[in-house]
């Protein structure tokens, strides 16, 4: 199938709003989606990830990892956010916009942020909550297909950020990928961690790489964060990814004909699997653990500096 028929019943209507955004629509198809295909038994069912899309962008606008973690054996769950997406479908076919107050929602307007934060979380929680009762349904196709001890959350930018607390909230839970996350936007609980996590940061990971190209106040929030994450989870692995932008780990330069995002999609996907197996065979990962991933992840320190060997 197409990109597009991923928006079904709604096609037209999202194919006017992303072409007035300048999407070239054949762009869409930037990874082989299959439907209608049978799962192959597998008696105590497939690893399962949570996926969280970084704020504005439709769940669906991450194939290019996603694809590539389904070829690995992961179902995949993709796990939308009404009002805040640039285009939502609902299940009866109706679909929504985003709404104009998110569109302007202004980059220092933390207690708004916060609460979109507070409602990401949620949505991951009752996410689980239903796979919980599928995996105990009478539905042939559903029931028992999920390994509800082999699951992780992964998310970008603010999907990110709710990753990484719904992981440390949520027993169930038992890693968490981070993609670029709105660090700046965590909460502070001073508590120590020891949930599995595993972050992939855009190239400009420090302050000055970040200040040269955003407000300043929220390139030192971001750090002071990412500061606080390095030092409260005692079980994190940072790094950062070459060439990688904040936008790379999604489909969106895809969509407007910039390949530079494909390769990170291939180290996304190749450093997250190799992580996940780890945590769910109980296996630590070696301190040299990002030369094994690829050599495009470089380990970094708190302050996103490439870490000392």
Request: aromatic fraction near 8%.
């Amino acid at each position: 199938m197409k990109g597009i028929d991923l928006y079904a019943p709604c096609q037209a209507e999202a194919a006017k709003l992303l072409t007035e955004m300048g999407v070239d629509l054949d762009n869409l198809n930037i990874a082989s989606v299959t439907t209608g295909g049978a799962l192959a038994p597998k008696t105590e069912g497939y690893p399962v990830i949570l996926f969280s899309p970084g704020f504005g962008v439709e769940r669906d606008m991450y194939l290019g990892v996603i694809s590539k973690l389904v070829a690995k054996n992961y179902v995949v769950v993709t796990i939308s956010a009404p009002r805040e997406s640039v285009f939502t479908v609902f299940p009866d076919g109706s679909y929504l916009k985003q709404a104009p107050e998110m569109a302007e929602l202004a980059s220092s307007d933390y207690p708004s942020w916060s609460r979109l934060l507070h409602n990401r979380i949620q949505f991951i929680h009752a996410v689980m909550d239903v796979l919980e009762m599928l995996n105990r349904s009478d539905d042939a196709e559903l029931a028992g297909l999920f390994d509800l001890a082999k699951v992780a959350v992964m998310g970008h930018s603010l999907g990110g950020a709710a990753a990484l607390e719904a992981a440390k909230q949520d027993h169930r839970i038992k890693a968490a990928v981070l993609l670029d996350p709105s660090f700046h936007l965590l909460r502070r609980e001073d508590v120590q961690s020891s949930v599995p996590v595993l972050l992939l940061r855009q190239e400009a990971s420090a302050y000055r790489e970040m200040a040269a190209s955003m407000n300043e106040t929220i390139a030192s929030d971001y750090i002071d964060g990412q500061r606080y994450a390095f030092n409260s989870l005692n079980n994190a692995h940072f790094y950062r990814v070459k060439g990688a932008q904040h936008m790379s780990f999604s489909d969106i330069p895809l969509h407007y004909g910039d390949q530079h995002a494909v390769p990170i999609h291939a180290v996304t996907a190749e450093a997250a699997t190799a992580f996940m197996e780890a945590v769910f065979d109980k296996r630590n990962l070696p301190p040299n653990a990002a030369s094994q991933l690829s050599e495009a992840v470089i380990s970094i320190n708190s302050e996103g500096e490439p870490a000392e060997t």
